[in-house]
């Protein structure tokens, strides 16, 4: 420790008037780094960040800080400074610019070694500070400072060369991209380091969840599952394969780490099957922990309530998830033996660049990730994310399932190595066996909507599904002027704000149980986490992917034979589909296959056919993305990896049944009281739009930005007073505009 004559400290004074020493919190947080980052197979590396991520406080500048004299000044580029003089006269590995990145960005974000190795240099070298981090100045400048600095350093930490400098080697498999390999190491080091630093500075215990006890939790989901089964519920040969899916994700469980993809009908039981699987594989491998990845928000309230059957401590970590103090701790950290997330939130993480969205991600190694819906992940982020996803299962210890109904064939990507192994091969019995419904292609010729509702007319119940919400309201005026019961006629589209939805699909589900006629109207919103079951469903030309999953909400039950499925491409102005160039180009592949052939939604065969071609001919990532990951810029790399491009706008609406709610989320938004608590309680009645005069209708929500201390505009709206009628019971938010308001994409992941 240093001289009593020439303390350093790391912090302000307490309330008690004590004062932490620098010693002792580099001590503390290189510790702490450490023991994170044992569980990534970089203990040393992470140490060694934690000990010279605050070497900048060595120095008068910091002082001034601490004291009230300066502003504006950065410590965290001077660790990164000291390490890069000590290797200077080495070459500066690959496992050093990890490192060096870690300890500069672990305030204000990452930043390239390659960016920052000229700064680096000329604050050594030159007396007036450098200009880094924020348009910060640097704490330490030139020679003189930085020597009497390290002195301090290493009157505090005398063994530092004997043992610090030896870091793990970064060894990268052959079939792993190597760009992307290497930054997910620097961000695995990042998150030990911002972790421990957050960690200690708080000087918070930090709180432990519940023990991860797996072999309690399999005895759990076995009497979950037979008790179930003595409900009876389900056709016997449904429950047979189900059986069948159940037994082999056990099975797999006991294979070892790494890739795995589960192919299966909807129907079949996916949800028990995969955490049967997850359980064994945690028993056998002791591993840390569960993550359900989903990618709509609609399904991660469904799984919660079958899994929260079976694990008591389940963290919920999206958008509208409601935590307390506790639960919110180990959000931050990702620590909880079960959580569940958004394909948003735990994708986007992988590409993050500030510490916050990284902190959690070393909390990722030795975990089992179980990934639903893997269809649903965009286009033009794939080869990023798919090598990503390599990269965990090779390097972290993690083991990770796609599962889906509609198994995209990525081995077809250029530059994305896809070797998982699939754990039931012979799948396509079971989509032999499953046969619900048959598929009628009738894209020779446009049909009109009108003809559309027409043949509705004939039908008890049925739904249609179109691709625009425009489109939707279209056939549900034509549907109501042609006399249609208005009881027996529903509406389900994103106009519609979560609460109304779920109040639809209710009646809806009411009226199926009584064998009451039922004509639903709806988007995509429906293919995904709605249990309804339809006679007949016609649905407008998409992709292959989209119409399967359509389908499934087509004699759902095995009530009939075979169910029918239309697909049908509409006769309508303007765009046949969201402006989403993937989408649209997949939509053409389905067409261009049936000028040739026809397409089984139920041969496994089939599928994979469209896949080939798919990805072939238009899987390609960003350009902006690529080109970020080359020049290993992560702030670039953070803006352009989005799983949604664009959320459009958000209208708190009065839907009759919330509007005590809605008036109180009104009052308090526009006295610019914008909380996320608040958006949290108002996520149930907020409605996205693409209006392009949004201002016309709605005001404008702000909120103070303490920071700069002034009002902020944010992404809410609400209705203007004598606009709230455009909020309808039957069609949800109507905006008074002319057919040129096509703008809009149905988004259904959210964050």
Not at 248 to 270: D, N
Not at 406 to 433: A, D, L
Not at 573 to 601: C, F, H, M, T
Request: hydrophobic letters at 35%.
């Amino acid at each position: 420790m240093n001289d009593k004559n020439e303390l350093y400290y790391a912090k302000s004074k307490r309330e008690d008037g004590t004062q932490e020493l620098l010693y002792n919190h580099l001590k503390k947080v290189s510790e702490m780094a450490g023991k994170f980052g044992a569980q990534i197979d970089n203990k040393r590396a992470a140490e060694l960040c934690g000990k010279l991520h605050d070497f900048g406080k060595y120095s008068e500048s910091f002082k001034g800080v601490l004291e009230g004299k300066c502003t504006h000044i950065d410590h965290a580029f001077c660790g990164a400074a000291f390490l890069f003089c000590l290797l200077v006269e080495k070459m500066v590995s690959s496992g050093y610019r990890a490192v060096i990145e870690a300890i500069n960005g672990h305030h204000d974000g990452l930043i390239g070694y390659d960016y920052l190795e000229t700064y680096l240099k000329h604050s050594l070298l030159e007396d007036k500070p450098v200009v880094c981090n924020g348009g910060k100045n640097a704490a330490l400048a030139g020679q003189k400072q930085y020597k009497q600095a390290s002195k301090a350093f290493f009157n505090d930490f005398p063994e530092f060369l004997l043992k610090d400098m030896k870091i793990e080697k970064v060894q990268k498999r052959e079939e792993i991209n190597e760009s992307i390999y290497s930054m997910l190491h620097t961000r695995m080091l990042f998150s030990c380091l911002v972790d421990a630093d957050y960690t200690v500075s708080s000087e918070k215990e930090l709180q432990k969840p519940l023990n991860f006890e797996t072999a309690q939790y399999l005895n759990r989901l076995y009497e979950y599952r037979k008790e179930l089964k003595k409900d009876g519920k389900g056709a016997e040969k449904v429950n047979k394969i189900r059986d069948l899916l159940f037994e082999r994700c056990g099975e797999a469980g006991e294979l070892k780490e790494g890739l795995f993809t589960l192919t299966a009908p909807t129907g079949t039981g996916k949800t028990l099957a995969l955490l049967h699987f997850a359980l064994r594989h945690a028993v056998k491998y002791e591993k840390k922990r569960i993550i359900l990845v989903l990618p709509f928000l609609a399904l991660t309230e469904q799984s919660y309530e079958v899994y929260s059957k079976i694990i008591p401590e389940i963290l919920q970590d999206h958008s509208q998830s409601e935590l307390d103090d506790r639960q919110r701790e180990f959000a931050e950290r990702w620590e909880s033996p079960f959580i569940i997330t958004t394909s948003v939130k735990f994708f986007q993480t992988l590409f993050a660049q500030k510490p916050t969205d990284c902190r959690k991600l070393h909390n990722i190694a030795n975990s089992i990730i179980l990934f639903d819906e893997a269809q649903s992940l965009p286009s033009n982020l794939l080869s990023a994310t798919l090598n990503a996803v390599n990269t965990l299962c090779a390097r972290y210890h993690c083991t990770m399932i796609f599962s889906t109904a509609t198994q995209p064939e990525f081995k077809y990507i250029q530059g994305v190595s896809w070797m998982p192994t699939e754990i039931v091969p012979e799948y396509s019995i079971m989509y032999e066996k499953l046969k619900r419904t048959q598929v009628e292609w009738m894209v020779e010729r446009q049909i009109s909507l009108r003809n559309i509702a027409q043949e509705m007319q004939q039908e008890e119940n049925v739904c249609v599904i179109v691709n625009l919400r425009r489109h939707a309201a279209e056939l549900f005026k034509f549907l109501k002027s042609d006399n249609c019961d208005s009881e027996e006629l529903f509406f389900l589209t994103t106009d519609l704000c979560p609460k109304h939805r779920s109040e639809i699909i209710r009646k809806v589900k009411e009226r199926q149980s009584k064998g009451l006629p039922c004509k639903v109207v709806s988007t995509q919103c429906i293919e995904a986490g709605v249990d309804l079951d339809f006679d007949v469903l016609y649905r407008a030309l998409a992709p292959l992917e989209a119409i399967i999953q359509a389908s499934g909400r087509c004699n759902r039950s095995g009530n009939q034979k075979v169910g029918r499925v239309i697909v049908f491409e509409p006769k309508v102005e303007g765009s046949l589909y969201p402006p989403d160039r993937w989408y649209q180009n997949a939509a053409i592949v389905v067409k261009e296959i049936l000028s040739r052939e026809s397409i089984d939604i139920n041969d496994p065969k089939c599928i994979s056919n469209y896949y080939e071609i798919l990805f072939s001919e238009y899987a390609k990532d960003k350009v902006a993305l690529t080109e970020a990951i080359e020049e290993r810029n992560y702030e670039k790399i953070a803006k352009e990896y989005k799983l949604i491009e664009n959320q459009g706008k958000k209208v708190i609406v009065p839907f009759n049944k919330s509007m005590p709610l809605y008036r109180n989320v009104r009052e308090e938004m526009l006295n610019d009281n914008l909380t996320p608590g608040l958006v949290k309680c108002a996520a149930e009645i907020t409605v996205n739009t693409f209006e392009k005069d949004i201002e016309k209708y709605c005001e404008q929500i702000y909120y103070f930005d303490r920071r700069r201390k002034q009002k902020v505009e944010s992404e809410y709206y609400v209705l203007r007073m004598q606009y709230e009628y455009m909020y309808r019971e039957d069609m949800g938010l109507q905006f008074e505009v002319g057919e040129d308001n096509n703008c809009e994409k149905n988004c259904l992941i959210f964050c």
